[in-house]
């Protein structure tokens, strides 16, 4: 399974921002899919996660309402959508599929496959 993350960039702050994931080699609808991201001088930390069936989402506490996972099934890619970016949301962020069939996964370790990361940076 290989994943490319894309859609970073420098944006300014308050506005939106969507992330995408393309998954190639591998069957999209048997894992869960996920978005982490590392800020610079910091632990890589969870963002969001959606279920292989889509029908199940689990969002980070800082979240609060900004940030939107979704999948298109046809096109096996994964989005993050970020509203009202803040400086704070700057990270590079990295996609991941997790071997869960149904499930979400918030753990690092429960990913099997990572991209190499899209870099966000906002600017006030």
């Known amino acids: 399974v290989q994943l490319q993350a894309f859609g970073g960039g420098l944006v300014q702050a308050r506005d939106s921002l969507r992330l995408s994931c393309a998954v190639s080699?591998?069957?999209?609808?048997?894992?869960?899919m996920g978005w982490f991201r590392q800020a610079p001088g910091q632990q890589r930390e969870f963002v969001a996660t959606?279920?292989?069936?889509?029908?199940?989402?689990s969002y980070a506490d800082f979240v609060k309402g900004r940030f939107t996972i979704s999948k298109d099934d046809a096109k096996n890619t994964v989005y993050l959508q970020i509203n009202s970016v803040k400086p704070e949301d700057t990270a590079i962020y990295y996609c991941?599929?997790?071997?869960?069939?149904?499930?979400?996964?918030?753990?690092?370790?429960?990913?099997?496959?990572w991209g190499r990361g899209t870099l966000v940076t906002v600017s006030s």
């Open positions: 991941a599929a997790a071997a869960i069939v149904g499930g979400t996964a918030v753990e690092e370790r429960e990913y099997d496959f």
């Open positions: 959606i279920s292989s069936t889509g029908l199940s989402e």
């Open positions: 080699r591998g069957t999209f609808t048997r894992y869960a």
